[in-house]
T-cell receptor, first 112, second 118 residues
Framework: QKEVEQDPGPLSVPEGAIVSLNCTYS??????FMWYRQYSRKGPELLMY????GNKEDGRFTAQVDKSSKYISLFIRDSQPSDSATYLC????????????FGKGTHLIIQP | GAVVSQHPSRVICKSGTSVKIECRSL??????MFWYRQFPKQSLMLMAT?????????EQGVEKDKFLINHASLTLSTLTVTSAHPEDSSFYIC??????????????FGDGTRLSIL
């Protein structure tokens, strides 16, 4: 069993839809959870950074963490074609001081 | 803020060549930088943790004599792929997080270096 599971997609939705992306993990030591967006041939761009369980909202993005279920989610409201990218979940036990464990990434396509 | 610059973005070279990749934090200091590798359609895999002024820590299965890491200052880490072979062809990405006593700052990534060994 991999440490972090993420459906690679592709996930195709119409413009304006609410997008739901998620990851499951097995290591209960993970305390910090991140979502990155990666465009083709570019490095990952940080979208959300959360600690422990709970919700965090930033503009059109909402991150949820449920440590009891070892399940994290990213919601994108009012999706735009420019949101089309690969979304990577990542996690660590020690925040930025530790190497991150990544999911495979979900390829998201927003249809105009 | 929190910009990480990586250079070069693309390298194509012959088998047996050594290649150096630079990673710089442009607007912050980082005592720790990280090197990842990403194969097509795969997730980023941590290769090593680069510590300023001390030896790097390598993940299991990563050859330290092949992937030399130097972290000479609080804003620069280098990865040298020595005697590169075609199987070393990959996308190499560095990251860094702003220096923080508690280590709670997230990691920011460079744009990666695509290495192709012929």
């Amino acid at each position: 069993q991999k440490e972090v599971e993420q459906d690679p997609g592709p996930l195709s939705v119409p413009e304006g839809a609410i997008v739901s992306l998620n990851c499951t993990y097995s290591n209960s030591a993970f305390q910090y959870f991140m979502w990155y967006r990666q465009y083709s041939r570019k490095g990952p761009e940080l979208l959300m950074y959360t600690y422990s369980s709970g919700n965090k909202e930033d503009g059109r993005f909402t991150a949820q963490v449920d440590k009891s279920s070892k399940y994290i989610s990213l919601f994108i409201r009012d999706s735009q074609p420019s949101d089309s990218a690969t979304y990577l979940c990542a996690m660590s036990s020690g925040g930025g001081a530790d190497g991150l464990t990544f999911g495979k990434g979900t390829h998201l396509i927003i249809q105009p | 803020g929190a910009v990480v610059s990586q250079h070069p973005s693309r390298v194509i070279c012959k088998s047996g060549t050594s290649v150096k990749i630079e990673c710089r934090s442009l607007d912050f200091q980082a005592t720790t930088m990280f090197w990842y590798r990403q194969f097509p359609k795969q997730s980023l895999m941590l290769m090593a943790t680069s510590n300023e002024g001390s030896k790097a820590t390598y993940e299991q299965g990563v050859e330290k004599d092949k992937f030399l890491i130097n972290h000479a200052s609080l804003t620069l880490s280098t990865l040298t792929v020595t005697s590169a072979h075609p199987e070393d062809s990959s996308f190499y990405i560095c990251s860094a997080s702003p220096r923080d006593i508690q280590g709670n700052q997230p990691q920011h990534f460079g744009d990666g270096t695509r290495l192709s060994i012929l």
